[in-house]
């Protein structure tokens, strides 16, 4: 069982800066990539950004030069800093890992990110 906490969600001006956090604990010894997602009213949900233990990085075209995801393995924490949002970033983000040796999914419980004046 692996539990995400999230945070740092919230509303923000066009054009402004949100950092959102994501921590894992429990068994967290097979967790290989750590990502976020976000979902719109709406809309399916979709990938924002993931990264691996190693480093490796991979953004939606719709963030990439805007959003930066890092990773410190030792807190098992992930990290998304978004600049120069916009309206359209706004939706639901999710934390989310996988379970390598289980295939077991593991969702965050969610956080608003809003990007209205």
């Known amino acids: 069982q692996v539990d995400l906490v999230e945070s740092g969600g919230g509303l923000v001006q066009p054009g402004g800066s949100l950092r959102l956090s994501c921590a894992a604990s429990g068994n967290t010894s097979n967790i290989y990539s750590m990502g976020w997602y976000r979902q719109a009213p709406g809309k399916q949900r979709e990938l924002v950004a993931d990264?691996?233990?190693?480093?490796?990085?991979d953004y939606a075209d719709s963030v990439k030069g805007r959003f930066t995801i890092s990773r410190d393995n030792a807190k098992n924490t992930v990290y998304l800093q978004m600049n120069s949002l916009k309206p359209e970033d706004t939706a639901v983000y999710y934390c989310?890992?996988?379970?390598?040796?289980?295939?077991?999914?593991?969702w965050g419980q969610g956080t608003q990110v809003t990007v209205s004046s």
């Open positions: 989310h890992t996988r379970d390598t040796l289980s295939k077991t999914d593991y």
């Open positions: 990264i691996t233990r190693s480093g490796t990085t």
